[in-house]
């Protein structure tokens, strides 16, 4: 007996505009700078409309001005912050592409972790992208179609020290995208983790920062020292890279990938 096969979509020819998501909606947070922002430029130049979400409009409208007149209308700038979880649901809505992306840090013993920064933390990393997820499901499911990516972390996989917050988040994120693979696969819906290293990124400049303040040492050791002391491969990971992962989760070649991680940590993890 012969087993149906789905035909392999050809490669897009090198040199000419990579198209496959034409007519798609993304929708991607945190995407005034850093990884969010090489998401969404990453998105539209494969053909999808964008709707980049952050609390940053002048961020946004930077976005904006980047993607220049060759992407032009197809990155919508949304200014909104993510703790209002009902417009984070609402402005899910008719997605066919979910990037939760958008993440903070605070870097402090657990026994000085103020309490409300937990819950912020919490709040923005786990809670909005499940109501981010909520609100995009049934769309997806109506159509049969759909690309959930959550941008997690090494630390979704590892801990580190004074990163209670982050590292709860990030687990709790794992968690969640692999139940919605699990319930979306019927419904022609992929979810996955992408779980990047540390990656140039302001969030990370900032960590490197408050590291150094910690420990009472210079930046350059806290890079050197710390945050790639257990990394195979001794740099930061460019946003640009994130995203070119992110791309391919959500293209055709990817319609069976789906409950797990794409992890991207310089060996970090094959300790």
């Known amino acids: 007996m012969s087993v149906p096969t789905t035909p392999v979509p050809e490669r897009t020819p090198g ?3 990579d198209t496959g998501l034409h007519g798609r909606t993304a929708l991607v947070t945190g995407a005034a700078s850093g990884i969010g922002r090489a998401c969404a430029l990453r998105l539209a130049a494969a053909g999808a409309r964008v709707r980049a979400l952050d609390r940053d409009a002048a961020g946004l409208e930077a976005l904006a001005r980047t993607a220049g007149p060759a992407l032009a209308g197809s990155v919508e700038p949304h200014v909104l ?3 209002d979880l009902d417009a984070a649901e ?16 605070l870097v402090r013993p657990v026994e000085d972790f103020p309490p409300e920064a937990f819950a912020t933390v919490l709040t923005v990393m786990l809670q909005a992208p499940f109501r981010l997820i909520r609100g995009a499901l049934p769309h997806m499911y109506r159509q049969g179609w759909g690309r959930v990516v959550n941008i997690s972390s090494v630390h979704g996989l590892r801990a580190s020290a004074y990163k209670s917050a982050y590292v709860a988040a990030k687990h709790g994120l794992e968690g969640l995208s692999k139940v919605v693979a699990l319930e979306g696969a019927a419904h022609g819906v992929t979810s996955n983790c992408v779980c990047p290293g540390y990656v140039r990124t302001p969030l990370v400049e900032r960590q490197i920062a408050d590291q150094a303040a910690a420990h009472g040492i210079t930046e350059d050791r806290v890079t050197g020292e710390i945050l790639l002391a257990d990394t195979a491969v001794k740099r930061l990971v460019e946003p640009d890279e994130v995203a070119e992962a992110v791309r391919y989760l959500c293209g055709p070649h990817a319609s069976f990938v789906t409950g797990t991680s794409l992890v991207m940590d310089g060996g970090w993890t094959a300790h």
Request: aromatic fraction near 0%.
């Open 81 to 83: 912050d993510l703790t």
């Open 90 to 105: 609402a402005a899910a809505a008719g997605t066919d592409i979910l990037v939760n992306n958008a993440g903070l840090q």
């Open 15 to 17: 040199g000419s505009a």
